[in-house]
């Protein structure tokens, strides 16, 4: 009867969220995939200078390129089915190449768009801190903007290594513990500028905060408030994003204080079968597991859910 109809089109209706300057509304199951490509686990997210869309998840299909509008447009990276996780965009010149964080295969690797490979990374033998080289999972990496980047050790031992353009060792730093400059699950990794000068801004997960850093690796500072399970970020003028594990994503302004959480879902870590709730416990306006998220151009938010069939939103800015 009619009610059938009324339920379906309020499922329709937009949903709008966040605060001021930051509200958004939910676009779901944002891109289309053609026949025959399926996301598995979604874990990073970037955009390119042509404002392309790359999604970074465990398929055969490990990258997938949509255009600014959703529209496939390519998918390679077989090699990353397993180990797809950390994905960073950085213009060199006019060049433009991906980092890639390869959980599974233990490296790091640096592809062109699309998807050639300029290296390749194993873990830092320099370091001294893996032995036999075990215990070396890396999750994400940060660029710099004179070209040193650093990956995060996430998975392994929670140390951050510092390389230089050229992809040669400079130093490492970390650890695992708990103490101010020690890290337990370091994330996530990025260059957030937004004080006027670069800092390493490290998603510290499992000891609940973020921890800053200066380019040379000296500890600065500690934020631990507004956090669950800090995943990752991305910056945009004076604002920082973090997708949270334990289901929304925040925005904290200049000075790292809330501004809003986007797409709370309550209790989500405790729901059963989580991250991998079934279609019908995923609901347009709730997150359940971000795990990579950014900006785009436009001021457009897209979230990548760690999920095994994958989940892509984009929340489109409305003010």
Same mark, same amino acid.
């Given at each position: 009867?009619?009610?059938? /109809?009324?339920?379906?089109?309020?499922?329709?209706?937009?949903?709008?969220?966040?605060?001021?300057?930051?509200?958004?509304?939910?676009?779901?199951?944002?891109?289309?995939?053609?026949?025959?490509?399926?996301?598995?686990?979604?874990?990073?997210?970037?955009?390119?200078?042509?404002?392309?869309?790359?999604?970074?998840?465990?398929?055969?299909?490990?990258?997938?390129?949509?255009?600014?509008?959703?529209?496939?447009?390519?998918?390679?990276?077989?090699?990353?089915?397993?180990?797809?996780?950390?994905?960073?965009?950085?213009?060199?010149?006019? $060049?433009?190449?991906?980092?890639?964080?390869?959980?599974?295969?233990?490296?790091?690797?640096?592809?062109?768009?699309?998807?050639?490979?300029?290296?390749?990374?194993?873990?830092?033998?320099?370091?001294? %801190?893996?032995?036999?080289?075990?215990?070396?999972?890396?999750?994400?990496?940060?660029?710099?903007?004179?070209?040193?980047?650093?990956?995060?050790?996430?998975?392994?031992?929670?140390?951050?290594?510092?390389?230089?353009? $050229?992809?040669?060792?400079?130093?490492?730093?970390?650890?695992?513990?708990?103490?101010?400059?020690?890290?337990?699950?370091?994330?996530?990794?990025?260059?957030?500028?937004?004080?006027?000068?670069?800092?390493? %801004?490290?998603?510290?997960?499992?000891? %609940?905060?973020?921890?800053?850093?200066?380019?040379?690796?000296?500890?600065?500072?500690? %934020?631990?408030?507004? /956090?669950?399970?800090?995943?990752?970020?991305?910056?945009?003028?004076?604002?920082?994003?973090?997708?949270?594990?334990?289901?929304?994503?925040?925005?904290?302004?200049?000075?790292?204080?809330?501004?809003?959480?986007?797409g709370i879902t309550p209790g989500v870590k405790k729901m059963e079968g989580y991250p991998n709730l079934p279609h019908e416990q995923r609901h347009v306006g709730q997150f359940i597991s971000p795990h990579g998220a950014m900006w785009?151009?436009?001021?457009?938010?897209?979230?990548?859910e760690w999920i095994n069939d994958g989940r892509v939103t984009k929340l489109r800015r409305v003010a």
């Amino acid at each position: 009867g009619p009610n059938i /109809l009324v339920a379906g089109s309020e499922k329709k209706m937009s949903t709008v969220m966040g605060a001021g300057e930051h509200t958004y509304e939910w676009v779901k199951d944002w891109g289309t995939l053609p026949a025959g490509i399926t996301y598995g686990y979604t874990h990073g997210v970037a955009e390119d200078s042509q404002g392309n869309v790359y999604i970074h998840n465990q398929s055969k299909d490990a990258m997938i390129v949509f255009d600014p509008d959703g529209k496939f447009i390519k998918s390679w990276g077989e090699d990353f089915a397993k180990g797809a996780h950390g994905l960073t965009h950085s213009k060199e010149g006019s $060049d433009e190449f991906l980092y890639l964080a390869d959980i599974d295969r233990l490296i790091v690797v640096k592809t062109t768009l699309d998807g050639e490979v300029v290296w390749t990374l194993k873990y830092p033998e320099e370091a001294g %801190v893996y032995p036999e080289g075990k215990g070396y999972r890396p999750t994400n990496v940060a660029i710099a903007s004179n070209g040193d980047f650093y990956i995060a050790d996430g998975y392994g031992s929670s140390y951050v290594h510092q390389y230089n353009k $050229d992809a040669e060792y400079i130093r490492t730093w970390g650890g695992k513990g708990s103490e101010p400059g020690q890290m337990s699950c370091p994330h996530g990794i990025w260059i957030d500028a937004r004080s006027g000068e670069e800092e390493v %801004v490290v998603a510290d997960r499992s000891n %609940v905060r973020l921890q800053y850093f200066t380019l040379d690796g000296e500890f600065k500072r500690i %934020v631990d408030k507004d /956090l669950l399970h800090p995943c990752h970020f991305d910056t945009m003028g004076d604002d920082l994003l973090i997708p949270d594990l334990h289901g929304r994503v925040t925005i904290f302004d200049k000075d790292n204080n809330l501004i809003t959480h986007l797409g709370i879902t309550p209790g989500v870590k405790k729901m059963e079968g989580y991250p991998n709730l079934p279609h019908e416990q995923r609901h347009v306006g709730q997150f359940i597991s971000p795990h990579g998220a950014m900006w785009d151009s436009q001021g457009n938010i897209y979230v990548a859910e760690w999920i095994n069939d994958g989940r892509v939103t984009k929340l489109r800015r409305v003010a």
